[in-house]
């Protein structure tokens, strides 16, 4: 039992070790997308955002004039 408590810090320190190691190696497969394609896709969410924007807006002023007719 005393061993397992003495390994313990050890393996601890190992497997922290392991996992920065780990880590730093995948850091380094990581590949940032260009200029061109960052524009593209900031161009796509923009784009939706809008159009989300814009239904929300449709049902709101739908909901708005249903419960205008129903409260009168």
Do not use: H
């Not at 960052?38 to 807006?57: N, P």
Request: glycine share 6%.
């Amino acid at each position: 039992m005393s061993d397992k408590v003495a390994d313990a810090p050890s393996g601890l320190i190992s497997r922290g070790v392991d996992y920065v190691t780990e880590s730093v190696e995948e850091l380094k497969k990581v590949q940032t997308p260009s200029r061109q394609e960052t524009m593209r896709l900031t161009g796509v969410v923009v784009m939706i955002i809008v159009f989300i924007s814009m239904c929300l807006f449709v049902m709101d002023l739908v909901f708005n004039w249903l419960m205008t007719r129903m409260i009168g």
